[in-house]
């Protein structure tokens, strides 16, 4: 199975709205409330894909039942550790084509609840085939916690993928995470300065990150497809059109499929052509953690994944 770890799990509300305009009032369309957080969109997006998955995190207090009652009515098995503060709500506003999103601040988490949440981590990392580490830490955990999972399942002799930014996805970087899934802006985050626009750029910031630890970089750019810097070669996968709808989970579509690949033990070409293929019908999807079949089978045949060579000018 699939290990998900969503330390700062959420209830998830999406609103929707014909357009969407600052400063005005809104009749609500439709509202959708499900289980949420990064590594639990990942979760359901590999359930979607009929991939054995295990979700585990923290969650407590009301929002937290809610949560884990979700996950039990989407039929996703679930090993959450229990802490004593009320878990976070984040809400989206879908127009169709774009969305805006609110995200609340996560719970305070003692040392304890953390010690325990380790404790249950080892054990289900030494039975997953890939692991992953999403989204942001709630407060009272170090910027290292993903570090710290990830020299679990480097023990273990398990691949990892890890999605975080700031702080969190430098510490993570010395401890050798098989994967790490930034965007633009978030290499920026990590490496200072702006956030790089050209493919060149890009594959330049990705190397920068493997240099200071990842095995592997796969930068993720919206409608513009991925760019990777891995251990087999530069590749560079574009989607073969445009897709409108609600790109939340477009980035944890792009991670749900690294993870099957590295599971599966994919090729890196393979992995990323599903990468884009699954994100792509992620935006086509009415809200995160759900994926559009019919998009996926139709543009996981078109995708292709092209070599790229990181220009000498930028080398260093």
Known sequence: MILTVTLNAALDVTYRVDELRPHATHRVREVSTRPGGKGVNVAALLT???????????????????????????????????????????????????????????PPVTEAEWDAFVNRFRGLARVARAVVLSGSLPAGLPDDAYAQLVAI?????????VDAEGAVLAAALPAGPTVVKP???ELASVRGGAAP??????????????????RAVV????????I??????????????TVAGNPTGAG??????????????????????????????????PV????????????????????????????D
Do not use: K
Request: charged share 20%; glycine share 10%.
């Open 228 to 241: 990777a810097s891995t251990p087999d070669g530069a590749y560079r996968a574009v989607p073969p059109e």
């Open 252 to 285: 944890d579509a792009v991670v749900a499929a690294l993870a099957r690949g590295l599971a599966n033990g994919e090729s890196w070409p393979t992995m990323l052509t599903a990468a884009v293929a699954l994100s792509a019908a992620a935006v086509a999807a």
């Open 197 to 214: 626009e050209t493919p060149a750029e890009v594959l330049a910031a990705a190397h920068a990150l493997r240099d200071a630890g990842a």
């Open 288 to 315: 995160a953690g759900a994926v559009d079949g019919s998009a996926y089978d139709r543009l996981r045949h078109t995708v292709e994944a092209e070599s790229m060579v990181l220009p000498e000018s930028l080398a």
């Open 48 to 106: 979607a894909l009929d991939e054995p998955v295990v979700a585990t995190g923290l969650v407590g207090g009301p929002t937290g039942e809610q949560i884990r009652d979700g996950l039990a009515a989407a039929e996703i098995p679930e090993a959450f550790v229990p802490i004593a503060a009320d878990s976070r709500r984040t809400l989206v506003v879908a127009d169709g084509t774009d969305a805006t999103g609110f995200w609340e601040p996560g």
């Open 183 to 185: 965007n633009a802006a």
């Open 153 to 161: 399942t480097a023990e273990a002799s398990v691949p990892s993928i």
């Open 219 to 226: 930068c993720s750019r919206g409608p513009d497809g991925l």
